[in-house]
């Protein structure tokens, strides 16, 4: 095998192993940064053996391996955490553990809840929205900084910063490596599923650049959230979230034109929905419903996506249904946006103009001034309703305020249509 075939299975293995690596090495030493730098450490040590010896038959193991004899040796070297490790020795004092047996049984423990401290410890909402998403990428994503940086646009020293600054943040807020409980739960519980449908969403419909879909990020909240899902079955909101995400993640290869050209939802082809996930979306929905009586904010969301699941075709769409479920959602998290979206599902149901009395109430609302989608809406509900002179503008509105290029062009030519409708361009 070559070195550039080693590499390749390196950073495969790297993507699937350095979450539990780093998350069983942080319960030791109790500081996430310092995880991570020994499981790199691991990595390293790997680029410069595997060539010779070859890619190990188990090389999770491997990796875990070596990342305990550093952090054996870090013990012994660091003050710090030898008090640590005095402290693991005294609970299996009754063992007869000698220190570097408790260090390995330490590591040994439960992967499951090393994973889930990690997940709530990077999405602590001590840190900064942009600084819990970037460091649960690279954490729990196993994304380097540079691919961070590619997904979201952003320049590669901005994410490398906001990470560095997370880290150091984390340590100096003394922010324990645990999974909290009672009255904390719930408030960390939504930092985290915040997160992870951030990264999803800014997948599902990139805020900017050239394309409208970044499937790789949608595939790592994904994948995230089945492991949330995993780690913490008895929480109804995490199986929404991961209905929710599973059931928008079918319309993957319905959303986008050959041309990379955005297909709205009424105007996919719903043969390239892919039955698989929306099968995984539905049960996942059933699950939440079973550990709750009234569905929570991701479950409610859920439902609705589930509607649309349902509907063999646009026309078939239940739209009153989908109304009531967003009035539900609105008197658990009031918010304007929500409000948009019941605003277009009244207009399915009962027509253009009792949608626009509603989109026409948020107007003033401050929080929306330059969300593009509520001219984008406005102006769909005037052409629907002939007033093309009054919707033109709301197009060309939308377009100046959104940063997606795709999002930019399709709403510049429905301005156009405006004026092609009116006569002659």
Known sequence: MSAADIHRSLDAVWRIESPRLIAGLARIVRDVGLAEELAQDAFVAALEQWP?????????????????????????RNKRIERKHEEIGRERESRQSSPDIALDAALDNDVSDDLLRLIFTACHPVLATESRVALTLRLLGGLKTEEIARAFLVPEPTVAQRIVRAKRTLTEKKVEFEVPRGGQLAERLSSVLEVVYLIFNEGYTATAGDDWMRPSLCEDALRLGRILAELAPLE????????????????????????????????????????????????????????????????LQASIAACHARART??????????????????????????????????????????????????????????????????????????????????????????????????????RECLGRNGPH
């Open 236 to 299: 109804p909101e995490v199986h929404g979230l991961v209905a929710l995400m599973e059931i928008q993640a079918s319309r993957a290869r319905a959303r986008v034109a050959p041309s990379g050209e955005p297909i709205l939802l009424l105007d996919q082809n719903r043969a390239h929905w892919d039955p698989l996930l929306i099968r995984r979306g539905l049960a996942a929905l059933d699950r939440a419903a079973s550990l709750r009586q009234s569905p929570g904010p991701y479950a």
């Open 52 to 76: 010779d010896s070859g890619v190990p038959d188990n090389p999770g193991a491997w990796l875990m391996a070596t990342a305990k004899h550093r952090a054996i040796d870090l013990v012994r």
């Open 314 to 415: 646009a026309q078939e769409t239940d739209w009153t249904k989908i109304a009531d479920l967003y009035t539900q959602l609105s008197r658990i998290m009031p918010n304007p946006v929500v409000e948009l979206n019941r605003a277009v599902a009244v207009a399915m149901a009962s027509g253009p103009q009792a949608g626009l009395d509603l989109v026409d109430q948020l107007v003033s609302e401050e929080s929306l001034k330059t969300y593009h989608l509520l001219p984008t809406v406005r102006g769909d509900l005037l052409f629907k309703l002939g007033r093309l002179e009054e919707a033109r503008p709301e197009f060309e509105r939308a377009a100046s305020l959104t940063r997606n290029a795709r999002e930019r062009e399709l709403l510049l030519r429905r301005a």
